[in-house]
Each structure stands twice: as structure tokens, then as C-alpha cells.
T-cell receptor, first 114, second 113 residues
Framework: NAGVTQTPKFQVLKTGQSMTLQCAQD?????MSWYRQDPGMGLRLIHY???????DQGEVPNGYNVSRSTTEDFPLRLLSAAPSQTSVYFC?????????????FGDGTRLSIL | AQTVTQSQPEMSVQEAETVTLSCTYD???????LFWYKQPPSRQMILVIR??????QNATENRFSVNFQKAAKSFSLKISDSQLGDAAMYFC??????????FGKGTRLHILP
């Protein structure tokens, strides 16, 4: 029972490098989302998706790209990493049909940009 | 746009006492859902309790209950008989008609033995 799997768990990048944070879920959830968590800022929504082929921007989308080619996967891409993107990133998923369904979270990815 | 505000960055409570964490939100929607999540030092996000806006009855889960005031757009969490394991960061979250889920900035709860 894997739930939501995020890889990697830790990553250090240099400014200007690109990378993709992976997120996969095996619960057939339509809704998937990415958050970043910074001290004193809570969880801020970066991008979200309500199904394969559909994505939308959240509160802080700049500097990040997403795609949703399958129900299971929702990768987050940093095209040119900046120190301001140093954060802990969480991926989450849930059903959309019943909006009272809670989100299932991955364990997070700690990303440092030097 | 919807917003969620948690006005208490940190709170402390004596073990076995009761504590209330505040959450207010702003929305023009009539149908939505509210959640409280707990994040212990392990960083794992754990659902504590949920509330549907169309239900007038306040949700309860064991020692956790909410005071949902729809007109005031308030959704506070009450923890009774506080235990050391309740020490964590608590986040209030709003899920609206577009399924987008917004979180507050969190309240760090300390339990004093």
C-alpha cells in the first residue's frame, strides 16, 4: 500500500540547474497537487490537477512547471533553480468526487538551492 | 480568491488541559469543506478532522472537536485532555468548489508536562 511516493527525499542544486521532483500515487486519485512549505508561511499551493491532461496554477506557480499525462504521476519541474526555491515540497492527492475526502500526502522533498 | 488565516503562530497548553486553535477564512462560495491537519516533527501530514459547510452540526473525533461558525467564517479546533503526542504544527485548510485546497500558515502547539 504505497500511497503517495515522492522522490527524491533530499536534493541539493546549484543556482540555474534544472530538476524534476517526482510524485506518484497508486490510489487512482483524480486530484493531485504540489505545495511548498517554508517557515512561517504554511503550505502554499504551487500547481494542482483535477485529472489527466488538466493542470492549473495555485498561489505560487512562478518558476515551476507541471504536467499530468497519467492519473498516477504528477511531476514538478524547476527549469532554472533559484535560492528562493529552497524549501520542503509536498505532493498530495485525493478524490475529487467527494470534496470532503482528505488529501494523502507524500513524505516531502527537502530541496536546497545554493 | 479564498484565504485562510490562523492568527496564532504558537500556543502552549498544560498536559490534560483544553486548548482551542483559531482559524478564519474568506470565501464567496456557499459549498465548501474545511479540514484540520496535524504535522508532527516527522513532517508527516495527518488529517485530524473535517467539516462540510452545509452541515450545521460540529464535527467531533474523539478528543478533537470543531466550532464551525459559517456566518462568521470561523473554524476553530478544540483539543480536550491534551497529551504530549498532540505537540505538533496544526494547519487549517479550505477546499472549495474548484477542488483547490488552501492552507493557513499554521499554529505550533506545545504541550507542557
Amino acid at each position: 500500500n504505497a500511497g503517495v511516493t515522492q522522490t527524491p527525499k533530499f536534493q541539493v542544486l546549484k543556482t540555474g540547474q534544472s530538476m524534476t521532483l517526482q510524485c506518484a500515487q497508486d490510489m487512482n486519485h483524480e486530484y493531485m497537487s504540489w505545495y511548498r512549505q517554508d517557515p512561517g508561511m504554511g503550505l502554499r499551493l504551487i500547481h494542482y490537477s483535477v485529472g489527466a491532461g488538466i493542470t492549473d496554477q495555485g498561489e505560487v506557480p512562478n518558476g515551476y512547471n507541471v504536467s499530468r499525462s497519467t492519473t498516477e504521476d504528477f511531476p514538478l519541474r524547476l527549469l532554472s533553480a533559484a535560492p528562493s526555491q529552497t524549501s520542503v515540497y509536498f505532493c498530495a492527492s485525493s478524490y475529487t468526487g467527494g470534496a470532503n475526502q482528505p488529501q494523502h500526502f507524500g513524505d516531502g522533498t527537502r530541496l536546497s538551492i545554493l | 480568491a479564498q484565504t485562510v488565516t490562523q492568527s496564532q503562530p504558537e500556543m502552549s497548553v498544560q498536559e490534560a488541559e483544553t486548548v482551542t486553535l483559531s482559524c478564519t477564512y474568506d470565501t464567496s462560495e456557499s459549498d465548501y469543506y474545511l479540514f484540520w491537519y496535524k504535522q508532527p516533527p516527522s513532517r508527516q501530514m495527518i488529517l485530524v478532522i473535517r467539516q462540510e459547510a452545509y452541515k450545521q452540526q460540529n464535527a467531533t473525533e474523539n478528543r478533537f472537536s470543531v466550532n464551525f461558525q459559517k456566518a462568521a467564517k470561523s473554524f476553530s479546533l478544540k483539543i480536550s485532555d491534551s497529551q504530549l503526542g498532540d505537540a505538533a504544527m496544526y494547519f487549517c485548510a479550505y477546499r472549495g468548489e474548484d477542488d483547490k485546497i488552501i492552507f493557513g500558515k499554521g499554529t505550533r502547539l506545545h504541550i507542557l508536562p
